[in-house]
């Protein structure tokens, strides 16, 4: 009776944990090997499965132990997730063939403290992910959810489904699901820690998970409580890494700094272009040295991660079970980059300003300088005005007091590098009950809530209206306006001449973030409708499902001001919406002969889903959506399964796509084709630069853009239409006799998505401007509607004065892929003691098409990289694979595995590669990336029936990453002159992990 009562009191605290924190399951079982494996058996009956709970298979809604689903499911068992020590479940991921990289912890500048998956590069926002075939709060307004908060502790398995799933889980399932299934019925104690190093000493990551369990009343229930602490430390560019030491330009592979800040600084002069300050003469000089922002980027970010699950069951009768289950965590993650400073920043330089060399001012007097704005042409003040001028004793109002309008670039190393910390919180509770209503009818309902908050606060970075405020300076130690403690500011000189008291006076912290929120009620039956000639029942499934998504994005107003932080990249615009979806669906699993010559089975199934949006806006227009699907699975002997699918997805716009509000923000573009002499000569081009505007006098003094980035005009519109998408799977499943344990699959997929929502292309709208420069025209609207800096002529520039390229979202892109995924899995014992184990995991592209806007390129991006490739910039080669080799010794196991990138090249049609003008494609050594394999070994000893140690060493040939410039791809993505999400550029490491279980 004691012990009894200890069970019950323990799972009641567990139970009541689960109730605190948050989001439900139902069961689900696969096989589990240490392999990836593909769902393509039936599963067998678990020996921990509850009573009256049936196993669901991810991808059909209905619960059948003996269901074979037409649409192909790729697993990555516990075993295989415990091999690679992978700490966060977005690495997991994107080293699954298949899946293209995408933000996660190898991105730093553009990673805004989340992970993210992308489903066959087709966009982390057309995918879903699940846990325990639920849906999880997203992280923010585009629908994504963030991969950081995913448990670990007791993750049994990852299902990954592509090629649709809108009809099972929702209209939005383009690409497919990920769905994290954590184990079922855990009892006992399971503690895991682990440390990695990088084999030059840095990068360290500490891990610690805890998970306690237990059933209780004869196993009618079971509640279970795990905890996860996870802390990584960054790992820098440069050093011995010494490809990423120098930031090298991608097209013509000089590594003379690709940002046009400098130290010390440069100012725009009027009629001959950007000039740096010569700190040994104070005169202005074409070229003094342009900033090497590399050596303050990271390769791996910083992240601490606390978090907590639990899950809780019991079985009141055969026809009620109640459960419930929770997350919370709480993770912070930092991004590192380049210091902060004035960026092209439109600044008044006073003549006498203290610090200001006296060559440097005349330069500035006399060619920015208009005595007077109103009366037509300029009147510039004469060499002894400007002389006059430098007198200190002079201030704003006096006669003679004069002020050179100029644009400033100068970068704050004497601060330090700019970070960004996010601090996200995020809990997600799910409660319900389910349960056997007769015999072949079952019944699940749940509710559920969640919210997540991201929280960034931006440290190191300049205030530019303080930068005015300093540079307006009485003396060397008095501002004119002595406000907000203000220092006199000396930005003229070297490195060092910015003081710490003037450093701390200029930095100003701020703050901004996001907020979201999903509330969802569920509810679906299943029931067995009799026999139409095999020996399974029909199966069909019928529900209802309500989602509510709010977000929200906030700032401080120094975060909401363009242009005031310098560098942030734009203001942050507050941001409210949400919108309700109502659902009903139903899908039906038809068995329709066995056991047969030549039909071994046939099967047949369908499903339905019917999706009402309304949208929280005045004016806005709500919309429904139908998504349906078809498949077949026939057997025709027993070795032998083809199976075919066929689905139509809908995906509706998310809350940011809805209610953004317009914003200058930035995009990517290295070759500008008004930079350098090129307009000089041609006098179409001149016009059409003019037209957009440039400063007639700087034509011909245009500078490319700093650091390959330019200002993009992002519009937004809540009269955006949903995407509609057709998918199709084709395959075969061969488990011969004659080779007992071998099992191969290969399925063919093809996506093809419609009324995209998506900007224009960079590349699309420079060719439709500047594609022909004899026929360019200065008024046409593809020519006008680019707008540039009115100082320098720069597509890049203050936020508040230089618009940049139109980013225009509508419903006109068209994205296209197709592809061949073959899983093939072995094992056999070669001798008493020792075991064999062999998994193959690939990939083929076939096509993966994206065409930006109707009047865009139709671009191939399969094995491509470049600024246009894809929605999100990233690289997805043509061919990968995962093979894995286990060699078993008693207790022992020693495991390789190899993973293979076929190679890359440069997009033929990348708009930094067009001639346009002067400029030309990528350094010739950068326009390819050779095939690449990466080997990790792992040794896993049982030392005791209680204790396991595991040891791994990741890419083991310390094989080196790629050098393609800084500049060649977009920015999140292509870093340290690689691009690191893809290509392993942290190196060799280790790790050791330590596991105790009773």
């Not at 003094?288 to 991660?305: C, D, G, K, S, V």
């Not at 450093?503 to 996001?514: D, I, K, Q, R």
């Not at 699309?764 to 320098?792: H, K, Q, V, Y």
Request: proline content about 6%.
């Amino acid at each position: 009776m004691m012990k009894l009562t200890r069970q019950r009191l323990l799972a009641s605290t567990l139970f009541m944990g689960s109730a605190l924190v948050g989001s439900s399951a139902l069961a689900q079982t696969a096989p589990q090997t240490p392999e990836t494996v593909t769902q393509t058996q039936d599963p067998a009956q678990p020996d921990d499965q509850s009573p009256g709970s049936d196993i669901v298979v991810t991808g059909t809604l209905i619960r059948n132990p003996n269901l074979v689903s037409a649409t192909p499911v790729t697993s990555i068992g516990s075993d295989e997730i415990a091999l690679r020590q992978s700490n966060v479940a977005e690495q997991l991921l994107r080293e699954t063939p298949g899946v293209a990289s995408s933000i996660g912890s190898s991105t730093n500048n553009g990673n805004g403290g989340a992970s993210f998956v992308d489903l066959r590069g087709l966009g982390q926002n057309r995918n879903i992910v699940l846990l325990n075939s639920a849906r999880i709060v997203p992280a923010n307004l585009n629908g994504a959810v963030d991969l950081n908060n995913i448990p670990l502790a007791l993750l049994d398995r990852v299902d990954i489904l592509t090629g649709g799933a809108s009809t099972t889980y929702g209209a939005d399932a383009v690409s497919g699901v990920v769905n994290f299934i954590t184990k079922r019925d855990f009892s006992g104690i399971d503690l895991n820690v682990s440390e990695q190093i990088t084999d030059r000493g840095d990068g360290n990551v500490f891990r610690a998970d805890l998970a306690v369990g237990a059933n209780f009343d004869d196993g009618r229930g079971n509640a279970v409580l795990a905890l996860g602490y996870q802390q990584a430390d960054p790992v820098f560019f440069g050093g011995s890494r010494e490809r990423s030491n120098l930031t090298i330009d991608s097209f013509d592979g000089s590594g003379s700094g690709a940002s046009q800040t400098a130290v010390p600084s440069r100012f725009s002069v009027s009629g001959v272009g950007n000039r740096n300050i010569d700190p040994a003469t104070g005169q202005l000089v074409p070229v003094f040295a342009l900033f090497n922002f590399n050596p303050y980027n990271i390769f791996q970010t910083p992240f601490e991660r606390f978090n907590m699950y639990s899950a809780a069951r019991y079985q009141v009768s055969d026809a009620v079970e109640v459960y419930s289950e929770g997350l919370y965590s709480q993770n912070t993650v930092q991004t590192i980059i380049a210091p902060s400073g004035t960026f092209s920043t439109p600044l008044l330089v006073p003549i006498n300003n203290p610090f200001l060399p006296a060559a440097a001012g005349q330069t500035l007097c006399q060619n920015n300088i208009d005595l007077d704005p109103t009366a037509a042409g300029i009147l510039r003040p004469t060499a002894a005005q400007c002389i006059a001028a430098r007198n200190t004793a002079l201030a704003p109002g006096d006669a003679g007091y004069l002020e050179a309008p100029t644009n400033v670039s100068r970068r704050l190393v004497e601060a330090g590098g700019r970070i960004s910390s996010y601090r996200t919180e995020l809990f997600n509770f799910k409660a319900g009950f389910r349960g056997d209503v007769a015999q072949g009818i079952s019944y699940d309902v749940y509710g559920a809530y969640g919210r997540s908050t991201n929280t960034q606060t931006i440290l190191n970075y300049v205030y530019t209206d303080r930068v005015q405020q300093g540079l307006r300076a009485a003396n060397t130690t008095t501002c004119r306006d002595t406000s907000n403690g203000c220092v006199p500011v000396n930005i003229f000189g070297a490195a060092g001449s910015i003081t710490p008291d003037q450093v701390n006076y200029l930095l100003v912290p701020a703050t901004s973030g996001n907020r979201s929120s999903l509330a969802q009620v569920h509810g679906v039956l299943n029931a067995e409708l009799g026999h139409l000639g095999a020996s399974q029942p029909v199966s069909v499934a019928v529900g209802s499902e309500y989602r509510k998504y709010t977000a929200e994005v906030f700032a401080d107003l120094l975060a909401q001001d363009p242009g005031a932080l310098g560098g942030a990249g734009g203001a942050t615009v507050p941001v409210t919406g949400g919108y309700d979806v109502i659902e009903g669906f139903g899908e039906i699993v038809a068995p329709l002969i066995a056991d047969q010559p030549f039909f071994q089975s046939l099967t047949a199934e369908a499903g339905v889903r019917y999706s009402k949006y309304k949208i929280d806006a005045a004016g806005s227009p709500s919309f429904d959506a139908w998504t349906y699907k078809g498949g077949l699975t026939w057997e025709p002997v027993r070795s032998l399964k083809l199976r075919g699918n066929y689905q139509r997805a809908v995906r509706a716009p998310n809350i940011g796509e809805l209610f953004t509000p317009n914003a200058v923000g930035l995009v990517n573009l290295r070759n500008d084709p008004c930079q350098g002499a090129a307009p000089v000569t041609n006098a179409n081009l001149r016009a059409v630069c003019i037209a957009q505007g440039a400063p007639a006098g700087q034509i011909g003094a245009i500078d490319p853009p700093s650091a390959g980035q330019i200002n993009g005009n992002f519009i937004y519109s809540t009269n955006n239409r949903p995407e509609k998408a057709d998918t199709y799977t084709f395959g075969a499943v061969f488990a011969p006799d004659f080779i007992r344990n071998l099992t191969i699959s290969a399925d063919y997929y093809n996506i093809k998505i419609r009324d995209a929502l998506s900007t224009p292309a960079v590349g699309d709208l420079i060719a439709a401007c500047f594609g022909n420069l004899t026929a360019a025209s200065a008024t046409s609207t593809a020519c006008t509607s680019i707008r540039r800096d009115p100082a320098t002529g720069g597509l890049d520039g203050d936020p508040s004065t230089t618009p940049g390229v139109p980013q225009t979202l509508t419903n006109s892109g068209r994205l296209q892929t197709d592809g061949i995924d073959v899983v093939a899995n072995y094992r056999t014992d070669l001798t008493a003691d020792v075991r064999l184990g062999l998994s193959f995991n690939a990939n083929y592209v076939l096509n993966s098409k994206f065409r930006a806007t109707s009047g865009g390129l139709n671009r191939e991006c399969a094995g491509y990289y470049s600024i246009n490739c894809s929605l999100t910039g990233s690289i997805l080669p043509e061919f990968t694979f995962n093979q894995r080799t286990t060699l078993s010794f008693g207790d022992i196991d020693l495991s390789l595995l190899w993973r293979h990138l076929s190679s890359t090249k440069q997009e033929p049609f990348d708009a930094d590669s067009s001639n346009f003008g002067a400029n030309g494609p990528a350094f010739a050594a950068f326009r390819k990336i050779d095939a690449f394999n990466y080997f990790d070994m792992t040794i896993r000893a049982n030392v005791t029936d209680n204790f396991e140690l595991t040891l791994t060493g990741t890419n083991i040939t310390d094989k080196k990453p790629p050098t393609v410039g800084s500049n060649i791809g977009v920015t999140t993505f292509n870093s340290g002159n690689t691009f690191p999400a893809t290509y392993d550029a942290i190196g060799r490491r280790y790790a050791v992990g330590a596991r105790v279980r009773f």
